[in-house]
T-cell receptor, first 108, second 116 residues
Framework: RKEVEQDPGPFNVPEGATVAFNCTYS??????FFWYRQDCRKEPKLLMS???SGNEDGRFTAQLNRASQYISLLIRDSKLSDSATYLC?????????FGTGTRLKVLA | EAGVTQFPSHSVIEKGQTVTLRCDPI?????LYWYRRVMGKEIKFLLH????????ESGMPNNRFLAERTGGTYSTLKVQPAELEDSGVYFC??????????????FGEGSWLTVV
């Protein structure tokens, strides 16, 4: 079993739609969680950290469920510019453990 | 302020040759990381430097890979001899703090390696 698992997609959604991604992790001792965004042939960039109580940044909402060991990312009112791969990242003691990423394509 | 810079951005070499990748972290960042993504797989940790010391090199695939960070500034990752399965993108990242909680790691644009 992979340490961090994500549905690779692709998720094809129309502009303005709401889309949600889930991610599960295997190490119950993990303490830090993140969503990164990666554009085609570019480096990963931090989208947002994920806090236990859930957190929101504009159109993006992240949730953490420790009991079930999953993390979610909700994107509301999707824009064309949201098209990218979204990487779920979990700490593994001073190093990041990455999921394979979920591809999102927002269609006009 | 300059971000994490990597060189070369792209490299095509023949199996058996040697390639050296260089990473310049953000100025003042003591922590430097190397990650790698091979085709169709997730990004995987290779190693972590704190200044010039290797904090964790558990992700290094084998002894064909050698990473150095002399003087605690830039780092090099040498692959010798290169094999076909080494093809992928090598990301360098740096951070000011060593832990992950409340810390941000900044990635370079990657060095794309193709071994033919």
């Amino acid at each position: 079993r992979k340490e961090v698992e994500q549905d690779p997609g692709p998720f094809n959604v129309p502009e303005g739609a709401t889309v949600a991604f889930n991610c599960t992790y295997s190490n119950s001792a993990s303490q830090s969680f993140f969503w990164y965004r990666q554009d085609c042939r570019k480096e990963p960039k931090l989208l947002m950290s994920v806090y236990s109580s859930g957190n929101e940044d504009g159109r993006f909402t992240a949730q953490l469920n420790r009991a079930s060991q999953y993390i979610s990312l909700l994107i509301r009112d999707s824009k064309l510019s949201d098209s990218a791969t979204y990487l779920c990242v979990v700490d593994g003691t001073y190093k990041y453990i990455f999921g394979t990423g979920t591809r999102l394509k927002v269609l006009a | 302020e300059a971000g994490v810079t990597q060189f070369p951005s792209h490299s095509v070499i023949e199996k058996g040759q040697t390639v050296t990748l260089r990473c310049d972290p953000i100025s003042g960042h003591d922590n430097l990381y190397w990650y790698r993504r091979v085709m169709g797989k997730e990004i995987k940790f290779l190693l972590h430097f704190v200044k010039e010391s290797k904090q964790d090199e558990s992700g290094m695939p084998n002894n064909r890979f050698l990473a150095e960070r002399t003087g605690g500034t830039y780092s090099t990752l040498k692959v010798q001899p290169a094999e076909l399965e080494d093809s992928g993108v090598y990301f360098c990242a740096s951070s000011q703090l060593g832990g992950l909680s409340g810390n941000t790691i900044y990635f370079g644009e990657g060095s794309w390696l193709t071994v033919v």
